[in-house]
């Protein structure tokens, strides 16, 4: 693992050392080679999420996720709600930067802002899949939207 230390001076002597991981996706993460067979599938259904009552959906096109939220993915009940909406808040902030950020980060991984307030009851199938579509891209692409690992 690489560590980058960035210092920012930010005036009259004032200085902040930030230090940011790169990581390696076979060494830090640790993915079978079973979990890259499901990156590498192209041909798969769009995965649909709605709950009812809340009349919202999600619509995840990721080849693979589908197969990978059946077969490497924590089963439902796993996570509490409370912990996916903390966590998918962290997450969709950070996507939605880095969709307006395209100079910076990939337009091609970071396509569309997700439309995700912190104060709504999307239930918890809506959360349940929006996080682990967050670490299935976190794996896959490797990349780090939060302050922990994307880990199953």
């Known amino acids: 693992m690489k560590k980058k230390t960035i210092l920012k001076c930010i ?14 996706q076979k060494d830090s993460l640790n993915i079978s080679e079973e979990e890259k067979a499901y990156f590498n599938l192209e041909d798969e259904d ?3 999420i709605s709950d009812e009552e809340t009349e919202y959906d999600i619509i995840i096109l990721e080849p693979g996720f589908n197969a ?25 902030i950070q996507w939605n930067i880095r969709v307006q950020q395209p100079f910076n980060f990939d337009p091609q991984l970071y396509q569309f802002q997700i439309d995700y307030s912190p104060s709504i009851d999307y239930g918890y199938e809506v959360n349940y899949k929006l ?3 967050f670490i299935y891209f976190q794996r896959k692409y490797n990349q780090r939207l939060g302050p922990f690992f994307p880990r199953i």
Do not use: H, M
């Open 11 to 24: 005036s009259l002597g004032i200085c902040i050392f930030f230090t940011s991981q790169t990581f390696s």
């Open 46 to 48: 769009p995965v649909e």
């Open 68 to 92: 990978w939220l059946k077969g490497i993915a924590r089963p439902e009940g796993f996570y509490s709600q409370q912990f996916l909406e903390n966590r998918n808040n962290i997450l969709v």
């Open 131 to 133: 996080y682990n579509f």
